[in-house]
């Protein structure tokens, strides 16, 4: 069976888009409120996929911080400026293949303290807490107040790298995770539902389904935000119901290796280092691409054995359990535990777009430039013994970056428009006939 590193989601309500933020340009979507309405009741939900568990993140608040959702490492918070709520969950969320649901159900009228704010991570209520502030009975939050500025994404300083989908934000009701998802019965798995309920004046539903105009509120409210930074390529399909693979930063050491961008699709190489993906493969056919930007000869792009693959100077003999094929910018090679092979002729340049087709049925990697075949690695076992994980890496570079722009089907540049022969995918070349991108659906149905 393949090694799928993801949940699935493969009938029912199905998501069609996402927003993928990223952090290094400050990504934001901005609304300023027109009236005050309830400040005691509100209910915020969303499917988020996390792409950082280092830095200080910001959900959904204010431009000002005063009312912020959030998460600092691997804790999710909530705060209030004025320091009335204060909760720092225990509970960590490190997959970085995941999607997570995350609701804030608050209603600051409970008797009970524990109960004015609720929070919950698929389905569940976390209850333990490294520092708690519950709010007095009837507190005034400071949320939903005409002239302020609701922010998702960003507050201007701390921003979010990962992609969200279905975001709701209810306004004067104190939900349960029941109103947006429910356990499939099938898989036992956390997945989304359609929201039935009002919104509120100040609530909104953001479902990016327009990349022309990604802020656009799906309530009926007419809510819409003003988008920052971001751009019609951001938009996903890469969601909560068909999970795509992407680059895995924790592997990756949050950094110390690689630097990833876009959504975990951008990687910057350099110094004997590099990156793989979160999903492996041992059976099935499988493509992707990878779009070069550098001119680096020692660039290598292909697939690895090795999931924490972040040494790209390994030779056969420093490492018996590297099994590699890959291509470069001037050579392709076929990597065993005892050998390497050099296939002369292979040419790539700056902004080349290398394809993968590979057929673990039949123990091959077909290697492509700008939709042509190059070569064809015919080494790789067909027994299904060995998984493969896409990666990229580069040896003695002393210092020196290229960057790789994975598409596994939802790309952050602009896509040729080909799909997979599920349907699936948005590639710059034709998929080869039966081949099938690195997605959930896919994986449960192919691999």
């Not at 933020?21 to 409120?33: A, I």
């Not at 309405?37 to 005063?66: L, P, V």
């Not at 691997?74 to 004025?82: G, L, T, Y």
């Not at 320091?83 to 969320?93: D, K, R, W």
């Amino acid at each position: 069976m393949p090694l799928i590193l993801a949940s699935n989601s493969a009938s029912g309500y199905n998501v069609a888009n996402s927003l993928r933020f990223n952090r290094g340009s400050l990504d934001q979507l901005t609304r300023t409120l027109s009236s005050t309405t309830d400040r005691q009741k509100s209910t915020w939900s969303c499917w988020m996929k996390k792409c950082d568990f280092t830095n200080e993140q910001i959900f959904f608040g204010y431009s000002t911080a005063e009312f912020a959702i959030y998460t600092n490492g691997d804790s999710f918070r909530i705060s209030n400026s004025d320091g009335v709520v204060f909760l720092y969950s225990t509970a960590l969320q490190r997959d970085p293949s995941a999607w997570y649901h995350f609701v804030v159900a608050i209603d600051t009228t409970q008797a009970t303290a524990s109960n004015r704010i609720r929070m919950y991570v698929n389905g569940t209520e976390i209850t333990s807490f490294s520092s708690s502030g519950y709010p007095t009975q009837n507190t005034n939050l400071k949320m939903n107040v005409s002239g302020k500025t609701m922010a998702i994404g960003s507050d201007g300083t701390s921003a979010f790298n990962g992609y969200m989908s279905e975001h709701y934000w209810i306004d004067g009701q104190q939900l349960t995770p029941s109103s947006f998802g429910e356990t499939d019965t099938l898989t036992g798995i956390w997945k989304p539902k359609a929201y039935t309920g009002s919104f509120g004046t100040n609530g909104f539903y953001q479902k990016y389904a327009n990349s022309a105009a990604l802020g656009t509120d799906s309530s009926g409210n007419g809510n819409n935000f003003t988008v920052v930074n971001l751009t019609s390529v951001d938009q996903s399909t890469d969601t909560c119901t068909n999970n795509f693979c992407t680059l895995n930063v924790i592997q990756n050491g949050n950094g110390s290796t690689s630097t990833l961008t876009e959504g975990n699709l951008v990687a910057g190489t350099a110094d004997n280092k590099g990156v793989s993906a979160t999903f492996g493969v041992n059976r099935g056919k499988w493509f992707f691409e990878i779009k070069n930007s550098g001119t680096q000869t020692n660039a290598r792009f292909g697939v690895s054995n090795r999931a924490n693959e972040q040494d790209g100077d390994a030779s056969p003999g420093a490492n018996t359990a590297s099994v590699r094929s890959y291509v470069g910018l001037n050579s392709s090679k076929n990597y065993t535990a005892s050998s390497e092979v050099t296939n002369a002729g292979f040419v790539g340049t700056n902004g080349a777009i290398f394809g993968f087709a590979l057929d673990l049925d039949n123990g091959t990697l077909g290697r492509y430039v700008n939709g042509s075949l190059i070569s064809t690695d015919t080494t790789l076992p067909s027994d299904n013994s060995v998984t493969f994980f896409p990666y990229t890496f580069v040896t003695y570079n002393f210092g020196n970056w290229n960057q790789a722009q994975f598409n596994f089907g939802s790309p952050m540049y602009t896509g040729g428009g080909y799909a997979d022969a599920a349907g699936f995918g948005n590639f710059s070349y034709a998929v080869p006939a039966g081949y099938y991108s690195l997605c959930t659906k896919n994986l449960a149905n192919f691999g």
